[in-house]
């Protein structure tokens, strides 16, 4: 439910409101914008006289959302929301290019790669230390030695670091990372997302393989449920009958998403394909349809990766592909 106020209303009067919601065990998601107020209340609302709500004389209007979504709901807060990393702003007309390898493999691969994709303009560095693998004989990741390569890279370049967590088992190794993300595989991992939560740390949620948009954003209030806000989403592609490519990139996905909710939507072109020729094209179209930022597999020898290499951009091909985004980014009047 939502309690929009009236314009200005008086805090004093704001307030009695709000703790008389707290005090029927409901929780409170307040968002003041420049023309309107919104309370937005999580919990049992069918007890709720709306009727006696709206005689209040700060409140303009109560509406139900009958979506299962309400805090990650953009009626709750109408404002799109930013989440700040290092000074970094990623949301709102602002533009973002996270780009590295899919698995850290050694000191001085990380570190020459996050000098490079550096150079060509990319402000977060990503690289996988916990690799979630179809095959148990795969290589699985260097674990914790590869977070402190990550972080060796980090103190380098001065890049924030974005990383993918596995387990809530794992969350301490975590603290110096700026961005956990949360891969495709777990998406429904809910004992992860509740743990996450709790945490204060910027969290990169991305789609399952055959997940819809719904199920989607209710990953996400699964921990916004616990208090952590700081959201970016990421369509990276889903599972369907095509085998043209990996996935099927779902571009749909971020018009959809951004009406639907307040958080960021970033786009992943290199897990949505499979194709690294493919990944500047979609790139473009993402920016044109409103991504907030994309994610880019870059690897200094593609052909040597010891994972996903067959979909790595070189570094030349990367340098070529931001140049291409910066301009698309321009044309849509989008900070860089």
Known sequence: ?????????????????????????????????????????????????????????????????????????????????????????????????????????????????????????????RGGAFKPRTSPYAFQGLEADGLKLLLEAKKVTGLPIVTEIMSQTHIDLFADVDIIQVGARNMQNFQLLKELGHSDKPILLKRGLANTIEEFLMSAEYIMAGGNNNIILCERGIRTFETATRNTPDLTAIPLIKRYSHLPVIFDPSHATGIPWLVEPLSKAAIAIGADGLMIEVHNNPKEALCDGAQSLNFEQFDQVMETIKNRADVEQKTF
């Open 1 to 125: 439910m939502i309690v929009i106020l009236k314009k200005n209303p008086e805090k004093q009067k704001v307030d009695q409101l709000v703790e008389s919601f707290k005090k029927l065990g409901l929780a409170i998601h307040y968002s003041e914008g420049t023309q309107t107020t919104i309370v937005g209340l999580v919990g049992d609302t069918s007890r709720l006289d709306m009727d006696a709500i709206c005689a209040n004389e700060i409140v303009e209007t109560v509406k139900r959302i009958t979506e299962p979504y309400k805090a990650a709901n953009r009626r709750f807060h109408p404002q799109d929301t930013i989440v700040e990393v290092k000074g970094r702003k990623i949301g709102e007309g602002n533009f973002t290019v996270i780009a590295g390898p899919c698995s850290v493999e050694s000191e001085e691969q990380i570190i020459c790669v996050a000098q490079e994709i550096k150079k060509s303009g990319a402000q977060f560095l």
